[in-house]
């Protein structure tokens, strides 16, 4: 499995700080994906850096958790990626 790390802002420097409560579950780094197959389908889950915690702390999430948290980071991860496979095939 390919290890993608991104840096991903998701709030960018002019808004306010967030309260330490939002901070809690906010997320700064998308550290690597993974799906989990099942008999019937497969899940998605994403190991995420979060704000103010150390890097021992990541934990793995479902998509369903990450579109609760920040909806707007899982679609700029999303970007991310379709932009780096296009530059994989063009490279080729």
């Not at 960018?12 to 901070?23: F, H, L």
């Not at 780094?29 to 021992?56: M, Y």
């Amino acid at each position: 499995m390919e290890q993608v790390l991104l840096r991903i802002q998701s709030r960018d420097e002019t808004s306010k700080r967030p309260s330490i409560d939002e901070a809690a579950e906010m997320i700064e780094d998308v550290v690597n994906k993974r799906i989990l197959s099942t008999r019937h389908s497969g899940n998605r889950e994403f190991l995420v850096k979060w704000c103010g915690h150390f890097a021992s702390d990541c934990t793995w999430i479902i998509v369903e958790e990450f579109l609760r948290v920040d909806p707007g980071l899982l679609e700029q991860y999303y970007a991310l990626l379709s932009r780096r496979q296009i530059f994989k095939t063009r490279g080729k």
